[in-house]
């Protein structure tokens, strides 16, 4: 089993529901407590595919990255493991769970039921919705260009986010919300194993703010069946 790489500083993320934490920790001028600092460093990593699937990581080297002792490890480690991100083994570490074919299946089936039902309640679209799909996906060209995969993939999960948003449905946006991790880690997977993706991606990206601009719902459901549907292509084999 491949063994951990050293994990680079984490980059922000757009997604509102990820900063919450460490905004106010910021705003009270304090350093997270140390299981938590554990917890975003392994996540992140794992996200991004900095840790990989199959990737085994141990609690010592965690604890020398991050600079704390082994007990807030563990600590965080049992709290990834049932997440579902990783699998503990006594005395050896945590590995990190590769992206499963069902997990994938799973994602698009559940994304296709929220995402259609979401993106036809978008028309006609509430006041800001369009301004602000336009600003991500401006955004989401700008960090494609600078070659950013991990923060491209960030900024497309907050362009559907938004969108499920709009309606106004909090339940549905929480069930959404849970979709999170696995649609950054599958995002980041695409962009790596098929880098001509993130051109595809940002085309329909376009046509759905055009159908929604355009107070077309059928068409923007279309696109949007389209463009999650394609998903199932890491299904196949895609991704590792």
Same mark, same amino acid.
């Given at each position: 089993?491949?063994?951990?790489?050293?994990?680079?500083?984490?980059?922000?993320?757009?997604?509102?529901?990820?900063?919450?934490?460490?905004?106010?920790?910021?705003?009270?001028?304090?350093?997270?407590?140390?299981?938590?600092?554990?917890?975003?460093?392994?996540?992140?990593?794992?996200?991004?595919?900095?840790?990989?699937?199959?990737?085994?990581?141990?609690?010592?080297?965690?604890?020398?990255?991050?600079?704390?002792?082994?007990?807030?490890?563990?600590?965080?480690?049992?709290?990834?493991?049932?997440?579902?991100?990783?699998?503990?083994?006594?005395?050896?570490?945590?590995?990190?769970?590769?992206?499963?074919?069902?997990?994938?299946?799973?994602?698009?089936?559940?994304?296709?039921?929220?995402?259609?039902?979401?993106?036809?309640?978008? #028309?006609?679209?509430?006041?800001?919705?369009? $301004? %602000?799909? @336009?600003?991500? /996906?401006?955004?989401?060209? *700008?960090?494609? &260009? =600078?070659?950013?995969?991990?923060?491209?993939?960030?900024?497309?999960?907050?362009?559907?986010?938004?969108?499920?948003?709009?309606?106004?449905?909090?339940?549905?946006?929480?069930?959404?919300?849970?979709?999170?991790?696995?649609?950054?880690?599958?995002? #980041?997977?695409?962009?790596?194993?098929?880098? $001509? %993706?993130? @051109?595809?991606? /940002?085309?329909?990206?376009? *046509?759905?703010? &055009? =159908?929604?601009?355009?107070?077309?719902?059928?068409?923007?459901?279309?696109?949007?069946?389209?463009?999650?549907?394609?998903?199932?292509?890491?299904?196949?084999?895609?991704?590792?």
């Amino acid at each position: 089993m491949p063994t951990a790489p050293a994990a680079p500083p984490a980059p922000a993320t757009s997604d509102p529901a990820a900063t919450t934490a460490s905004a106010t920790t910021a705003s009270a001028g304090k350093q997270p407590p140390a299981a938590e600092r554990v917890y975003a460093h392994v996540k992140r990593a794992v996200l991004e595919r900095r840790y990989e699937g199959g990737t085994l990581l141990t609690e010592g080297e965690l604890a020398e990255a991050v600079g704390v002792s082994r007990t807030p490890v563990r600590e965080a480690l049992l709290k990834l493991e049932v997440e579902g991100l990783l699998r503990l083994y006594p005395k050896k570490g945590a590995l990190v769970l590769p992206v499963s074919a069902q997990e994938i299946a799973d994602v698009v089936e559940t994304r296709l039921l929220v995402e259609t039902h979401s993106v036809r309640k978008a #028309v006609p679209a509430p006041p800001g919705l369009l $301004d %602000r799909l @336009a600003e991500l /996906l401006e955004k989401q060209r *700008e960090q494609a &260009a =600078a070659g950013d995969l991990a923060g491209a993939a960030t900024t497309d999960r907050c362009f559907h986010a938004t969108i499920v948003r709009s309606g106004g449905n909090e339940i549905l946006a929480r069930l959404y919300d849970q979709l999170r991790d696995r649609q950054l880690r599958m995002g #980041v997977a695409v962009m790596h194993s098929h880098p $001509d %993706r993130i @051109a595809k991606t /940002l085309a329909e990206h376009e *046509e759905i703010l &055009a =159908a929604l601009t355009a107070n077309d719902a059928e068409a923007a459901v279309a696109v949007v069946t389209r463009h999650v549907g394609w998903f199932q292509n890491l299904a196949r084999g895609a991704t590792r």
